[in-house]
């Protein structure tokens, strides 16, 4: 398939580049979008069409458009960074693509092909490239690809209809602390996702779903809810945003990074993937298994769980210090990001900053570096 052609639409009032410096130099995390977005339409017997970058700005609905009634909507997130020749590239993006066919399939919507995927990232980057920031530091483009279902009606069934879009949002840190660990409520009551259920989908519903937890969880002062399997209630799944590492030590200095397998109501992290890869290239052993709440909280009792961390696109790697739940507390080791945490966080974000060799085949360049004069 040939590359889609882009037509492009500049924005008549771009932000000014003092205005652009104002945001890049304090960015926060999805608080400020830059001057241009994508959209590309399909229809049903027409197929995807009218590829276009066009300046950010409100999209007009119709009130019976089925996204705004059963909720098919699915989205991605990913990263692009500066590097250090000047090019822009993204981490793994022809994972994003294929997840979020995936996703268009579990909630019966059109799938994008991953050359249209990606191809739009690169149209949008190709306008917007002043707005990804300076190489060498951990600050992003955060690129945020949806689809909604625009067909009119209220009949229950797949719309015909959809509206492909990316945004991109200057990115620091995800959570305020950085690298600070950060707490975790442990929820015993709501469940996120079960068996046969959309978990393994990035769907908006999900989130939807996530937030009265996360709000229970704010109370306890946590910024992240981790959840139990909806069957059992027993077994870890993930957080609300994040996928989770636990770092077991044996009686001998063993070292075991062990994460929840993907039994089918856990999202596919492409950071998860990464970090166990990354693990094992460092020869540390990896062991994708069930592990139960209470594994974690008698570990941490008793010594043998070290640490704990989430990553994901948004948090990078951000180590746990305390978890609590109904029952009480503990902090993990002594609070403070432990070895195995910042090593392969500081493994993972040199690759992606192109500051250290990519054995895998990870970035890929999205906007060259400019020609030297
Ligand atoms: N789990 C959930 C629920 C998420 O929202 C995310 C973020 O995208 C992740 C895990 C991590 O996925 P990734 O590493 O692909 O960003
Ligand atoms: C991401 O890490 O990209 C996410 O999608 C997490 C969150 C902001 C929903």
Not at 155 to 173: H, N, T
Not at 314 to 321: D, E, M, N, S, Y
Request: proline share 8%; hydrophobic share 40%.
């Amino acid at each position: 398939m040939s590359a889609p052609q882009f037509t492009v639409n500049p924005h008549p009032a771009p932000a000014s580049p003092q205005r652009r410096a104002e945001v890049l130099a304090d960015p926060g995390f999805g608080r400020h979008m830059t001057d241009h977005m994508v959209t590309v339409r399909y229809t049903e017997g027409t197929g995807w069409h009218d590829p276009q970058v066009v300046p950010y700005g409100p999209l007009t609905l119709d009130p019976s458009s089925m996204v705004l009634h059963y909720g098919q909507e699915i989205f991605e997130g990913l990263k692009a960074y500066r590097q250090p020749d000047g090019s822009i590239a993204s981490f793994r993006p022809d994972a994003n693509a294929r997840r979020f066919a995936g996703s268009a399939r579990r909630l019966a919507m059109a799938e994008l092909p991953e050359e249209l995927f990606l191809e739009s990232l690169s149209a949008l980057l190709a306008v917007d490239s002043e707005w990804v920031p300076a190489a060498g530091g951990e600050d992003s483009l955060y690129l945020r690809p949806f689809m909604i279902a625009t067909e009119v009606g209220l009949g229950v069934r797949p719309s015909s209809e959809y509206l492909y879009a990316v945004l991109a949002s200057p990115a620091g840190p995800y959570f305020t602390g950085g690298v600070k660990p950060m707490n975790v409520w442990l929820e015993t009551e709501f469940t996120r996702a079960a068996l046969g259920g959309t978990g393994t989908a990035k769907c908006g519903g999900n989130y939807a779903a996530s937030l009265l937890p996360q709000a229970i969880g704010a109370k306890h002062g946590c910024a992240q809810v981790a959840y139990l399997d909806a069957e059992e209630r027993t077994w870890i799944d993930e957080m609300g945003s994040n996928n989770l590492f636990f770092v077991f030590q044996g009686e001998d200095g063993s070292v075991e990074l062990a994460t929840p397998d993907l039994r089918g109501s856990v999202l596919a992290g492409i950071t998860r993937d990464s970090v166990i890869a990354i693990a094992k290239d460092l020869g540390i052993t990896v062991v994708e298994r069930r592990i139960s709440g209470k594994e974690w909280l008698d570990g941490v009792a008793d010594g043998r769980l070290t640490e704990v961390f989430g990553c994901g696109t948004a948090a990078v790697i951000t180590p746990i210090g305390t978890v609590k739940h109904t029952g009480g507390e503990v902090t993990v080791g002594d609070g403070e990001p432990g070895p195995v945490t910042l090593q392969l966080r500081e493994a993972l974000t040199a690759i992606q900053r192109g500051a250290a060799p990519d054995p895998h085949g990870w970035m890929r360049t999205l906007v060259p570096a400019p020609a030297s004069v």
